[in-house]
């Protein structure tokens, strides 16, 4: 069955500092997307990046870079020199391409707490 | 382009009510997703479609229900209305192939409390 999982309920850097967000997934389907999402306090969900299953290298988005290590089956996002803005709560998601219907599902989250 | 538009932002129903949340979306995607969001937590699947005509359960169906008209629209329906539907209800859609632009868009969100 499709499962994402999230394990840090919350997590606090220091400005300027890198921080790694974890993200584990559970997954039959050969073919799938894993997907990062910020969500402040305005509520709106914004994208971050993606990784295709199939994908070689790890995705890369400005100061977001996501470390994709798929025989254990993580997906962490780390954020480099963090910013006050970062602070969020961070949603990785699932896509399955074939069997799993091309529904999407979501971890937890993990709010991020960036100090000055 | 609007994007994804929920509507309404807010309401407050009785406990037994029932409304209907309306999703539109202008990016001509084929598929499209219901979430809800509890205070402080993830987003769980309520439903999704992958066309017109075609829509499937996901995490936590019960007491929803949708259908799939046209592809821009997907209104989810609440029947009597309980508290433990008390949520954030996110429409979202995305295009079907897996790649780096195919993200989801989402809506603003609705917020409902049922008293």
């Known amino acids: 069955a499709q499962k994402i999982t999230q394990t840090q309920p919350g997590m606090f850097v220091q400005e300027k500092e890198a921080v790694t967000l974890d993200c584990t997934y559970d997954t039959s389907d050969p073919s799938y997307g894993l997907f990062w999402y910020k969500q402040p306090s305005s509520g709106e969900m914004i994208f971050l990046i993606y990784q295709g299953s199939y994908d070689q290298q790890n995705a890369t988005e400005g100061r977001y870079s996501l470390n994709f290590q798929k025989a254990r089956k993580s997906a962490n996002l780390v954020i480099s020199a963090s910013q006050l803005g970062d602070s969020a709560m961070y949603f990785c998601a699932m896509r399955e391409g074939t069997t799993g219907g091309f529904k999407t599902i979501f971890g937890a989250g993990t709010r991020l707490f960036v100090k000055a | 382009n609007a994007g994804v538009t929920q509507t309404p932002k807010f309401r407050i129903l009785k406990i037994g009510q029932s409304m209907t949340l309306q999703c539109t979306q202008d990016?001509?995607?084929?598929?499209m997703y219901w979430y809800r969001q509890d205070p402080g937590m993830g987003l769980k699947l309520i439903y999704y479609s992958v066309g017109a005509g075609i829509t499937d359960k996901g995490e936590v169906p019960n007491g929803y229900n949708v259908s799939r008209s046209t592809t821009e629209d997907f209104p989810l329906r609440l029947e009597l209305a309980a508290p433990s539907q008390t949520s954030v209800y996110f429409c979202?859609?995305?295009?079907?192939?897996?790649?780096?632009?195919?993200?989801?868009?989402f809506g603003p969100g609705t917020r409902l409390t049922v008293l």
């Open positions: 990016m001509n995607h084929n598929y």
């Open positions: 979202a859609s995305s295009q079907r192939y897996l790649s780096s632009y195919n993200e989801q868009f």
